[in-house]
């Protein structure tokens, strides 16, 4: 079944819930744990798609909607780029604007899934 | 998975562009001599010219390699046959150069054919104007059901993907044993198809596609040097450095020992000189303004023909592999039938003749005004670039409120909503970099060096243009750009400098 929502709104979501400021600019990471979401949230994550590839999966989606993020709800920290930042401000005036209304009931399945890449992103970096 | 029906007509495609020219193999061809504008001499084995005499590989000489980008630019009117012959050049020039390094040899003993092969295939799937056609038939349900969520080929590119079910088709693969035979060669022809769409499943065998589908492939290579030359555009990658700095090595990442095609340092700087190239292509040729006007005018071209029931070139356009079937000269040529007041012949003849639509307003950082300092309404409406299933659908939508604001003073076709893609990076992550000494080697990914992605990624950002087109009447371009501008704020709270309109010099 199509799902009606953007996944960049998931995606909103996600960074909302999260439960840190700042997460790691490292694609690899990145990519991998929002593909391990994807298989359990398919409902919700099923839009990034994603080439299975020899090295890592990855998805143009993803880089994209990434992009799209910037600069209002995240950033990449100058000059390394090393880090994204939550813009937490903006995030609440997106989830109030619209994002809570979208999620009415989903909002524990958002929660869920921002500590499972919370988790997921500690965790591939410390494999 | 495919259906039956998209493999019929791969089916009947082939038959129709290979097979019925069965006979140019009872007469054995020679090794032939290519003149080149960009890459000079080179040789074309007697295997490959029987390949490319054949309508299936002729038919990429009436297909413009940078679509609608001739009306901008007039000398980019190269096409994706002078490509594929320039892949092929390409790769073998990586080839000869990886043949120069110590254990090369035997790796690559019995890959060459294959890796020209697959070079010479790799774009036959292409229909008209190549990728503009491309961005529209990647929507339809036949190629949603190989490149759509969860399907085979998630997130393919849709013109690899028909080249690859023309090479893997049964009659294809007939032909092209017949083709060994004769000529006493031994390719891999499925390991050629699975090269055309990045597809490798050996660890040990990644340097064998990445020739092809890689950070600095053959592909991209020629691509960057013939669009920018034939733009006018000059554009410098250190190529014989490049190719100094190439070798195959394996390379422990993401926890396996991975064969692939790498750098040394001293390869940094024409990777960089690539994606800079990359990056100014894209904003000043690819998505010139102009050359959106003539996509989305195409794209006009099929919605009508959709919503009237109407062909081109006896093509009713619902599937993707109806593409195949037309070129860039079938398609202007579909106005000659038809009476010139024939909605259908003006809406070609427009793009034709290069009466284009025009801006009626400018999405871009520069010209959205930055009360709401963090940009937030901004980088809101920007959920619409990303590349979706249904992108055109939602910004249909949107032209169509526009439009009805606007109090509907011309035809709908005539009004887009225009926000392109970003272009691809990334590639910084699938490159890696050898560091270390020659006996005790390690590899570093080039991002973990310098992300120079990101960096790429802030400099297509900040060129970023997003229009609302409409006819050239200056009336209609007013109430156009009224209306978008009302609708902008209202859908998405967002409110733009008088330079959005004014530099559209309506």
Same mark, same amino acid.
């Given at each position: ?13 996600i ?10 600019n490292?694609r690899?990471?990145?990519h ?21 590839h ?64 919370k ?9 | ?9 791969i ?15 009872n ?16 040789s ?10 054949t ?16 009306l ?11 490509h ?26 019995g ?49 690899e ?67 920018g ?17 190439a ?62 029931? +109407?062909?081109?070139?006896? &093509?009713? #356009?619902?599937? /993707? ?6 070129? *860039?000269?079938? $398609? %202007? ?19 034709l003749? +290069?009466?284009?639509?025009? &801006?009626? #307003?400018?999405? /871009? ?6 009360? *709401?300092?963090? $940009? %937030? ?24 409120e ?60 900040h ?19 009224n ?24």
């Open positions: 079944m199509e799902t009606a929502l953007h996944p960049r709104d998931v995606l909103e979501g960074f909302y819930f999260y439960p840190d400021d700042t997460f790691e490292n690899e990471t990145i991998t744990a929002i593909y391990k979401i994807r298989e359990k949230h398919f409902d919700l994550l099923g839009d990034i798609t994603f080439r299975k020899i090295l890592f999966p990855r998805s143009r989606v993803l880089d994209e909607l990434l992009s799209s993020l910037q600069p209002g709800l995240l950033f990449k920290r100058n000059p390394t780029y090393d880090t994204y930042e939550i813009k937490r401000i903006n995030l609440k005036k997106s989830w109030e604007t619209y994002l809570k209304e979208e999620f009415i009931g989903k909002e524990d399945e958002l929660k869920s899934m921002a500590a499972e890449f988790n997921l992103m500690t965790g591939i970096n410390n494999a | 998975m495919p259906d039956e029906q998209f493999l019929k007509e089916d009947k495609f082939v038959e129709e562009f290979l097979i019925t020219y069965k006979q140019n193999l007469k054995k061809k020679d090794e032939k001599v290519v003149h080149d504008a960009l890459w000079g001499t080179n074309i084995k007697p295997h490959e010219v029987a390949i490319i005499d309508p299936l590989i002729q038919r990429l000489r009436q297909i413009k390699q940078t679509g609608f980008t001739f901008v630019f007039p000398s980019a009117i190269h096409t994706r046959f002078e594929t012959l320039g892949v092929i050049f390409q790769s073998q020039k990586l080839l000869s150069a990886l043949l120069q390094r110590e254990g090369s040899v035997d790796l690559l003993a890959k060459i054919d294959q890796i020209r092969a697959a070079a010479l295939l790799h774009d036959c799937g292409h229909g008209p104007m190549s990728h503009t056609s491309e961005e529209i038939y990647k929507c339809l349900p036949d190629m949603q059901k190989l490149i759509g969520k969860g399907e085979e080929h998630e997130e393919g590119n849709p013109h993907i028909l080249s690859y079910y023309i090479v893997t088709n049964k009659k294809f693969k007939e032909y092209f044993n017949e083709l060994m035979v004769i000529y006493e060669k031994s390719i891999d022809l499925e390991d050629a198809a699975s090269m055309i769409i990045g597809r490798c499943e050996k660890p040990e065998d990644k340097y064998i596609t990445d020739v092809l589908n890689g950070p600095f492939d053959a592909d991209k290579l020629d691509y960057l040097f013939r669009d030359h034939f733009s006018g555009i000059p554009l410098k990658v250190d190529l014989d450095r490049l190719w100094y700095s070798r195959i090595e394996t390379v422990p990442c993401s926890g396996k020992k991975i064969r692939m095609l790498v750098v040394s340092t001293n390869g940094i700087t024409p990777l960089e000189q690539i994606l800079f190239s990359k990056m100014v292509l894209f904003t000043s040729v690819y998505q010139h303004h102009k050359v959106r006007t003539c996509d989305c005018m195409m794209k006009a071209v099929y919605r009508y023909c959709i919503d009237n029931k +109407r062909e081109i070139d006896g &093509r009713t #356009l619902e599937n /993707s592999t109806d593409f195949l079937w037309i070129t *860039d000269d079938t $398609f %202007f040529a579909e106005a000659q039938k038809l009476d010139k007041k024939d909605p259908l012949h003006i809406m070609i003849h427009n793009i003749y +290069r009466r284009l639509l025009k &801006r009626a #307003l400018i999405i /871009s950082k520069p010209t959205v005004d930055k009360k *709401d300092e963090e $940009f %937030f309404s901004y980088t809101n409406l920007k959920k619409f670039q990303t590349d979706i299933y249904n992108k055109d659908h939602e910004l249909r939508s949107l032209a169509t526009i439009w009805e604001i606007a109090g509907k003073p011309c035809s709908l076709y005539d009004v887009w909503v225009d926000l392109p893609k970003l272009p691809p990076t990334g590639t910084a992550d699938d490159t890696y970099v050898r560091t270390g000494t020659q006996d005790n080697p390690d590899f570093e990914k080039l991002s973990d060096i310098f992300k120079v992605d990101d960096w790429a990624e802030d400099y297509t950002e060129k970023w243009r997003g229009h609302v087109f409409c006819p050239n009447d200056n009336n209609i371009r007013k109430k156009i750009s209306a978008s501008v009302e609708v902008f704020k209202n859908k998405f709270g967002i409110e733009f400098k008088s330079s959005a309109q004014t530099l559209c010099k309506i």
